[in-house]
């Protein structure tokens, strides 16, 4: 199965619903959900059906419009507080990954600059926006991916943490983008360690799943091999994606992945933080002010096992992201360039913010 194919998430072609990729059934059964309320794209985005950064804002970019559409009447002031009410319910499905919200904030936006149109009309650019927002993310994963590929060298390994590939995305991944460009340069000679990421295996589940189907040379480790993959020199590399990058290059990513910056600088590895610009948030000053989202403590006792792997009533911690501090990053690659420190300046020297 090549993952490039599928489509992560979008809006059917009658445009009566979205049409999710239900990635808590990968890599056993491909099946696509068609959700039309707004409790279940809600639920959807929650219960990580749809995820990833920038596909979580694709989907709310879809799910804002589908949903606005629906709205019957004519009147900009109700519609537009109607909207408001939905929007302010999808931001609160997950917390972490900016883009959710910069999506739906897009959104906002569009439909204001549109005051003075009839309310039907408001519905079709808001329509067109949503679509926007998607093919604006496949050609920042393919930037993002040309940037990355330029780091790459025959016979490199990579390692990556937690899935930031195509199905966290419209298309491409970020932290993969390099990869499936390296492909389309006739680049094969290279391989990948996917950390399989506790609690919910995204790594083992979703990345290895669409590397391999990309007939990549991929090899699946448990979170705390990474350490002897980089000590006996098979990973020179590391690439990773990101949910929300601090002004200063704090990055928040997968619950993991601090640790693997952490292990990249002590064996000397390069760390390479793949990051469209919309999930740079210059509003943070440093990473302490992301908010982390925690989970419940069933995905860490019992959700991927045949019975429950821990005492009942044994108290759990699952933070479902972690900050990188920036001063563990080589670079950040963005669509628009890559980034090395002093973050915050090569921000804005890009336009960034
Ligand atoms: O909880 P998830 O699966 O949504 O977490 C996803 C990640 O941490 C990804 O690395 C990040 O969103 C970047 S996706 C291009």
């Keep these: 199965m090549n993952a490039l194919e599928l489509n992560t998430v979008r809006l059917s072609e009658d445009r009566s619903c979205l049409e999710i990729l239900d990635q808590t059934l990968l890599p056993g059964t491909v099946k696509v959900l068609q959700i039309e309320k707004a409790e279940d794209i809600f639920e959807a985005i929650r219960y990580l059906r749809v995820r990833g950064a920038p596909a979580i804002g694709v989907c709310a970019g879809y799910g804002i419009a589908l949903l606005a559409s629906r709205i019957e009447t004519q009147d900009y002031e109700t519609f537009l507080e109607r ?24 959104m906002e936006r569009t439909l204001r600059t549109h005051a003075d149109r009839p309310v039907g009309e408001i519905k079709e650019i808001l329509f067109a926006e949503a679509q926007a927002i998607r093919d604006e ?12 590929f330029g780091l790459l060298k025959p016979g490199d390994g990579i390692l990556t943490h937690c899935n930031a590939g195509t199905l966290a995305t419209a298309k491409y991944g970020t932290a993969t983008a390099p990869m499936y460009m390296a492909l389309e340069h006739g ?40 350490s002897t993959v980089m000590k ?13 990058v601090a002004a200063n290059g704090d990055t928040a990513n997968k619950i993991g ?91 804005k020297e890009l336009g960034i913010g």
């Design 83 to 106: 909207f408001l009410e939905q929007k302010t319910y999808l931001a609160s499905s997950r917390p972490t990954a900016v883009n959710l919200f910069w999506a739906l904030d897009r």
């Design 137 to 148: 993310d496949v050609a920042i994963s393919r930037s993002i991916g040309e940037i990355g």
């Design 187 to 226: 680049m094969k000679d290279f391989r990948v360690y996917c950390d399989e990421t506790r609690p919910l295996l995204q790594g083992a589940r979703l990345t290895a799943f669409e590397l391999q189907g990309a007939g990549i040379d991929t090899t699946l480790i448990c979170d705390n091999m990474a």
């Design 232 to 244: 006996s020199g098979l990973v020179n590399l590391v690439f990773v994606g990101c949910d929300r």
């Design 257 to 347: 992945t601090s640790g693997v910056a952490v292990l990249a600088r002590h064996y000397g590895i390069p760390f390479y933080v793949c990051a469209p610009s919309s999930t740079i948030d210059m509003t943070l000053a440093a990473g302490e002010q992301i908010p982390i989202e925690e989970r419940a403590a069933e995905e860490v006792t019992e959700m991927w096992y045949k019975e429950r792997m821990a005492p009942e009533g044994v108290k759990v911690y699952n933070p479902a992201f972690d900050v990188t501090d920036h001063s563990l990053i080589t670079g950040i690659i963005t669509e628009k360039g890559l980034c090395r420190a002093p973050f915050g300046q090569a921000f």
